[in-house]
């Protein structure tokens, strides 16, 4: 699975959008970008895939780069709830995952 | 729809003795898989499972660790004679993994081991 590049901290005010930046310039052309979070002493929880096209659920965007070496991944809305480290992952469509050191997002008042 | 549980969720032991964990994976989900996470570090791949065949085992996963999976359904976990390194987060997975399909794998909220 290619090696993904995140900062290890960031810091959002409540209400406004949370941008968090993933590199990944090795990545083929068969793997998929995947973001979970982890809560602190919870277990890491499912957010949002995509391949190339951007994507969007209940809880965020997925903005993959037209060459597909970097991605965003946006909260539109942050809460204080948010606070969590954001891993992001690249990998084939199914197997094991492989968890980098992730992003500390801190969502303040 | 319950989610992955895992039992028990704290577990302190000695060192030197033998513990068990279990995992219920979603119903139906015939992948199940086990991650350990360490402090400060994010979860790192032990073995998995689909249905009853145990597919990948990780070189993490030592000659003190066995996993099980009899029926397709729970999987535990065992550590033999803890070692203090075996202090982490033991963590459960499981997903509905087909054919061709884009695996999300939904955690359970972990075990927490303490060996002293």
């Known amino acids: 699975d290619a090696k993904t590049t995140q900062p290890p901290s960031m810091d959002c005010a409540e209400g406004r959008a949370a941008n968090l930046p993933c590199n990944h310039s090795t990545i083929s052309g068969n793997e998929y970008v995947y973001w979970y979070r982890q809560i602190h002493s919870q277990g890491p929880q499912y957010i949002i895939h995509?391949?190339?096209n951007n994507e969007t659920n209940e809880m965020a965007s997925l903005i993959i780069t037209e060459d597909r070496k970097s991605s965003t991944l946006i909260l539109p809305h942050a809460t204080l709830r948010d606070t969590a480290v954001y891993y992001c992952?690249?990998?084939?469509?199914?197997?094991?995952?492989?968890f980098g050191q992730g992003t500390i997002l801190t969502v303040h008042p | 729809d319950t989610g992955v549980s895992q039992n028990p969720r704290h577990k302190i032991t000695k060192r030197g003795q033998n513990v068990t964990f279990r995992c219920d994976p979603i119903s139906e989900h015939n992948r199940l898989y086990w991650y350990r996470q360490t402090l400060g570090q994010g979860p790192e791949f032990l073995t998995y499972f689909q249905n009853e065949a145990q597919l990948e085992k990780s070189r993490l996963l030592s000659d003190r660790f066995s996993a099980e999976r009899p029926k397709g359904s729970f999987s535990t976990l065992e550590i033999q004679r803890t070692e203090q390194g075996d202090s982490a987060m033991y963590l459960c997975a499981s997903s509905p993994r087909t054919s061709g399909y884009q695996e999300t794998q939904y955690f359970g909220p972990g075990t927490r081991l303490l060996v002293l």
């Open positions: 992952i690249v990998r084939v469509a199914n197997g094991k995952l492989t």
């Open positions: 995509g391949l190339k």
